[in-house]
């Protein structure tokens, strides 16, 4: 589920619509969670619909560690990718403001943080020297995007966090102890090698 001070908005026409800050967003909130409204499908489900909706999950749905697409039943099937993102994965199934975003500003993510199965080519800009998401961006930058989810954590209990009731049970007593400084992070990389 998206932060409720969200909206889908028209980017461009190449990119489409994306999903805009409608208030302020502080860093260190959580901007998208994982709930049980959305959809997960198997290879073979997915494969067996037709061309339409086959289209439509492979556009808008993401592969979990267990290879099942996941289809976001609200707009977060509308973030977008930057190699700049405002938005930072975390292995606890939500996403965290990675700075604090404005009204009006676009959500982005790095979709290197899902694993995509198929490299991709962007435009070089947002000050990165990136120009490809591959499957294994993960063993080249989660680090980064580690020392990024820590910095947000940082902020986790000083913002309101109107999603926070919707982080999966297994994960709240580890998010808590994070967000306290009682014990580390655990890095994004750990979601990749569960398979």
Known sequence: MMHPSTEIRFVSEEIGVGVFATKFIPKGTIVWVLDDLDQTFDEEYVESLDPLRKDVIYKYAYLNDLDQY?????????????????MIATAYEFELAARDIYPGEELTCDYGTMGDDESFTCAPKDGTSRTTVTADDYLNMYQEWDEMAREAFKNFNSVDQP???????????KVNAVAEGREPLDSIRSTFELE
Request: proline share 7%; aromatic share 14%.
């Open 163 to 173: 999603l926070k009731p919707l982080v999966q049970k297994q994960f709240v007593d």
């Open 70 to 86: 996941v289809l976001c039943w609200d707009h977060g099937r509308y973030i977008n990718h930057s190699f700049d993102p405002n």
